[in-house]
T-cell receptor, first 113, second 117 residues
Framework: GNSVTQMEGPVTLSEEAFLTINCTYTATGYPSLFWYVQYPGEGLQLLLKATKADDKGSNKGFEATYRKETTSFHLEKGSVQVSDSAVYFCALLLGGATNKLIFGTGTLLAVQP | GAVVSQHPSWVICKSGTSVKIECRSLDFQATTMFWYRQFPKQSLMLMATSNEGSKATYEQGVEKDKFLINHASLTLSTLTVTSAHPEDSSFYIC?????????????FGPGTRLTVL
């Protein structure tokens, strides 16, 4: 079946540290891949996306590359800030007529000053 | 980006009562709305998909008579949890998309915390 697996949290980092949150997926066909972020008390916001293999999504210093050979879409940021503390969700969108998003379990990131 | 609101943000009700949650797209017309349920430390699970003016399509295992979804306009969808029980306590999140102009992007509401006593 279709699924998304992401690393369990919480991930605790000091400010300016390098961040990696791993995400791998299982899907039939050619899904689009997404990272969403949920700040405390708010809804999910789209952070970045990639629609085909080797695409790199980037936003606010975050990056993720769609790797078909390893079925991965790892999220990275070179220097995290306290304001990046949030829950991060990896998700895939099945191709075709459906618009269903399948989410990973979410990873809590806590950045300490 | 587009804004989606939910009301109420939290609700506490007695077992056996019904609760209605509203999801509104504030600055765009939502051709499709989605309802998700999120348990603590778990991912969002899609409950149903609704297109404006049509009956909702429920995911396998979701009771359509218990979770009534109405999408009567392009800016409003409602989820009614009927005869709620403690096991229905959860975080309910809606999302909305305008698939005529913004293919495959969903905009999420802030969620509604339901507690059934």
């Amino acid at each position: 079946g279709n699924s998304v697996t992401q690393m369990e949290g919480p991930v605790t980092l000091s400010e300016e540290a390098f961040l990696t949150i791993n995400c791998t997926y299982t899907a039939t066909g050619y899904p689009s891949l997404f990272w969403y972020v949920q700040y405390p008390g708010e809804g999910l916001q789209l952070l970045l996306k990639a629609t085909k293999a080797d695409d790199k999504g980037s936003n606010k210093g975050f990056e993720a590359t769609y790797r078909k050979e390893t079925t991965s879409f790892h999220l990275e940021k070179g220097s995290v800030q306290v304001s990046d503390s949030a829950v991060y969700f990896c998700a895939l969108l099945l191709g075709g007529a459906t618009n269903k998003l399948i989410f990973g379990t979410g990873t809590l990131l806590a950045v300490q000053p | 980006g587009a804004v989606v609101s939910q009301h109420p943000s939290w609700v506490i009700c007695k077992s056996g009562t019904s609760v209605k949650i509203e999801c509104r797209s504030l600055d765009f017309q939502a051709t499709t709305m989605f309802w998700y349920r999120q348990f603590p430390k778990q991912s969002l699970m899609l409950m149903a998909t609704s297109n404006e003016g049509s009956k909702a399509t429920y995911e396998q295992g979701v009771e359509k008579d218990k979770f009534l979804i109405n999408h009567a306009s392009l800016t409003l969808s409602t989820l009614t949890v009927t005869s709620a029980h403690p096991e229905d306590s959860s975080f309910y999140i809606c999302s909305a998309g305008d698939y005529l102009s913004s293919y495959n992007e969903q905009f999420f509401g802030p969620g509604t915390r339901l507690t059934v006593l």
